[in-house]
Each structure stands twice: as C-alpha cells, then as structure tokens.
C-alpha cells in the first residue's frame, strides 16, 4: 500500500473534501497517510513548519492525518495575480510569475520537483492520498500535464474519478471523461464515486449501474451532501459568497477580485453573535456594518483600483464618519495607507497608487517575501495570538508607532490615533479563542465560548464518520500500490 489519487470531472467537486475524509479514516486505521497534491491553483495559502507555502486545503488534509503541513505536500502552487498571470511556488518559494501561455512550457520542468517531493512522502508514510486538480478531461492540456493523468503514470498511482451530481450531468461527467481520455490513461482508472448527492440516494441506482456498465469502472459509492463543510476552510473564493443575511451584529469583509487566505474570516463566521456579509462587486456596504473588513490579496494595487470602482471608498469613508471600525489584514492593510509602491513590478506593471488615506503609512513592494507562524502579543490586551505571515512589502509611517502587537520584542501592524482604523500583516489571528473574543467585545460584540480548533477537528471527525458511512473505505484503500 503506497498512493491512491481522486481526481474529479471538474473544478470543485469535493476532491479536497474526500482526501481529507479519506485521510482521516486511513488514520484511524493505524496508517502513517500523507495527503499530496502536485499542483494547485489558489491564493489561499498555509505557511508550513519547514517555512514555506502550500494550498490551505492540504495544510487541512495534514490536520486530518496528524501531520505538520510541509511543503512537499504541494510542491507546485500557482498564486493568480491577473486574469493571465500567476505567481509560481515551487516547493514552498517563489519561482517566478508566468503567464498562462508560458507556464505550459514550464511545466515539463517541474515535474522533476513534483516526482521528488512524491517520492520522499511515499518513503516517510505508509499511504499517501493524491488529489488531481481541475479535471483530467482537459485534454487540451494533457501536454506536460503535471497534475492529473501525467502525474498519475509517471508514479503509477491509480486514480478514482469523482463526479458531482449537485451540479447535474453526472453520467455524462463519468462516462465523457472516458470517453475523451486516450487508452493509456483511461486504463489508470480503478474506479469512480459520486459526490455531493442531496436526497434518497437510492434513486441513483439505476444511473449508478448505467455508468458501470457503460465505462467498466467499479463503483464506490454515493457520498451525500456533506452539511458541515463549511465549518472548514474553502479553498475556492467562489465559496464566500454570501447567504442571506443572518442574525447578529454584522461584520463586512469586501470580496475582492484577488482575495486571499480568506480562511481568516471562518472562526468570525461560526460566532453565533456575528453575522459576518461578504460584500460583492456592485453591492453597497451595510450601512450597519460596526467593522468593515479589507483582507488579503494577491494583487494590492490590482485591488485597490477594483475597491475603488466599487464605490467602496466611498462607503467606507461614511461607515468611519458614522463611528464604525475598520480592519485591514495583509494586503487590505497595506491599502489603508497613504501609497503603495512597487518600483521593481513585483505585483503588475511597475509604479505606484495612492491608497485610501486612512493610516499614515506607506508601503514599498520588495522582492523578499516574509514566510512565518509567529505568535504575537496584542497590545491592547495582552494576550496571545497564534498567526503567520505570508506577504511581500514593507510598511512604514507614522500611524506604526501605534502598533496592533509585538512579535518577539518587534513591533507589528498600525492604529489610527482614533483607534478606529487598524492594519495588520497577521493571519489566522481570529483563530486565537482568547482573542477573538477580546477584540469582539471591544467592538461591543458578545463572543460565545466557541473553541475554533475543536470545531474544526470535530467536522474532521465527521466528515470521515460520513465518508467511511457511505464509500467502501476498505476497497479504495486496498487499490493503493
């Protein structure tokens, strides 16, 4: 037993979601399992023990096995800073930025790096479960594929192919995947799954056998909506859209064309006492809002213009006459200030944006990026907040000697001198219990005695519960070589 790899017949059809319940299962088991995924596309990202970077849905398939997160468990992570263009990390650090038609003829030369990083997961652990990215029907871009059926022969993994019914055509999915795969590949698939059924699963019998029948393939069962997924981290923005409007005191984050590690926002939206909106392009921010979020982004300046044609300046200039408060982490943080500097084109195109005025700061763009877990003290109250940083720039000014906390005797972030506007380079600072309660309560937010990390591991736990339920673990585990 060494790897097995879920691929799906799409973008976003739960293949993260299942690895980490397989994960977890195989776990449970006994086994030494490693989750690994050769390349992905996401600007939500982890920063690892071994100090680089990785997709945020592998660090939580690392949570389900037990593990540190570790860079090989993605050797190869595209960060989209444009519509055309994205940064490339390769075994945790930054290789270059590469538009989309150039990173086809890079690919052939990172598989050397993603091979190395499979082969030393594979020694360490007994199992090691392979998520494939997009779908292996692209056929288009099968050509030094790396992430899917490419990967998969190069290391002789067999592969299970999800399909998602929410979506509708499932049979289609399946079947037209093999459909479109040449023989070579096609004979690397074992088997397939359904994922994210709603309803009687048995009236699925007779399209399940359609598809054995019709590919060959064994079934391994039906999987049902799983409804705690979204007491984990998204690995998608497009899973940020808001619902309605819920109860308690709103909190606004804007959803910006770039977002990233959005995940800081999940231990705000499982408060019972937060009604936490994501504002889309084009709509209005609450008029009562008490805080207004701006989060990171892998383009600040990119963002910054797309904030302004919102008209979100402009609300935002109104939610602080108004008395609320605004938080700023990362790049939003760096948009808070006076400019935003990029003299070498780090981001885009070399130059500089004002920003939106609101710190006296100023922030210059410089090719180091700064890859950290620290644990900070927050100066208004003192207490611990456990966080990383993953951000390129350096900001500088008057409103830092007001600073949101210390790390290791340094001092980090900026206060307005009103103590209404606030920036911080901090992630996962909201993860910190203790203080996340403190800093809703001088919001005048009553926090619950939620325990972010408990919940987190719990939905863990039933999600394999709920996996092991209606997929046949043991076969899937036993196709492993």
């Known amino acids: ?32 399992v490693a989750p690994f995924k050769p390349q992905n596309m996401s600007n939500n990202a982890a920063v690892t023990v071994d100090g680089g970077e990785i997709g945020r849905a592998q660090a939580l398939q690392a949570l389900a096995c037990g593990l540190e997160p570790v860079t090989d468990m993605n050797p190869v992570l595209l960060k989209p800073e444009s519509e055309v263009g994205a940064q490339v990390i390769v075994q945790g650090k930054r290789l270059t930025t590469a ?22 997961l594979r020694a360490a652990h007994d199992l090691v479960i392979v998520e494939g990215a997009g779908s292996p029907a692209e056929v288009n871009l099968r050509a030094g594929d790396i992430a899917n059926m490419g990967f998969a022969r190069a290391a002789d993994v067999p592969v299970v192919l999800a399909g998602d019914i929410d979506r509708g055509g499932v049979i289609a999915q399946i079947i037209g995947t093999q459909a479109v795969l040449d023989h070579e590949d096609a004979a690397m698939v074992a088997g397939f799954l359904i994922n994210k059924f709603r309803g009687d699963p048995r009236l699925f019998d007779d399209g399940y056998r359609l598809i054995e029948d019709r590919t060959g393939w064994r079934g391994f069962g039906v999987v049902p909506w799983f409804s705690k997924a979204h007491l984990l981290p998204a690995e998608d923005a ?6 309605p409007r819920g109860q308690g005191v709103t909190i606004a984050c804007l959803a910006f064309s770039r977002i990233a590690n959005f995940d800081d926002l999940d231990p705000l939206k499982a408060e019972p006492g937060v009604n936490l909106v994501m504002v889309q392009p084009g709509q209005a921010i609450p008029g009562d809002a008490r805080l207004v979020i701006l989060p990171g982004s892998k383009s600040t ?14 609300d935002l200039a109104a939610h602080l006459r108004q008395g609320g408060h605004v938080l700023g982490i990362c790049g939003g943080y760096q948009m808070l200030g006076k400019i935003v500097a990029d003299p070498d084109g780090i981001e885009g195109p070399a130059g500089q944006a004002e920003g939106l005025g609101l710190l006296d700061v100023t922030t210059i ?4 990026k700064r890859l950290a877990r620290v644990t900070a003290v927050h100066d208004a109250t003192g207490l611990s907040v456990a966080g990383y940083e993953i951000h390129i720039g350096r900001t500088e000014g008057a409103d830092c000697l007001r600073p949101f906390a ?16 606030t920036g911080s380079y901090l992630h996962g600072l909201f993860a910190s219990d203790a203080f996340r309660a403190a800093f809703l309560a001088r919001l005048g937010i009553a926090a619950s005695d939620l325990r972010h990390g408990v919940v987190v ?18 076969g899937l585990l036993a196709l492993a070589r």
């Open 365 to 368: 763009m410089t090719p180091d």
């Open 1 to 32: 037993m060494t790897a097995l790899m879920i691929q799906g017949c799409g973008s976003n059809v739960g293949k993260s979601m299942l690895v980490a319940g397989l994960c977890r299962a195989a776990r449970r088991r006994g086994l030494s």
């Open 457 to 474: 591991e719990e939905t863990l736990e039933a999600l394999a519960d709920h996996v092991e339920a209606h997929l046949d673990v043991p």
């Open 406 to 421: 210390h790390i290791d005797g340094r001092a980090e972030g900026a206060i307005r001198a009103d103590g209404r506007v």
């Open 301 to 314: 300046r990119g963002d910054l213009a797309f904030l302004r044609q919102q008209g979100w300046d402009i």
């Open 238 to 243: 497009l899973d940020l859209a808001s619902g």
């Open 99 to 120: 538009r989309a038609r150039d990173y086809a003829a890079l690919k052939p030369k990172l598989m050397v790096y993603v091979l190395q990083s499979f082969q030393r």
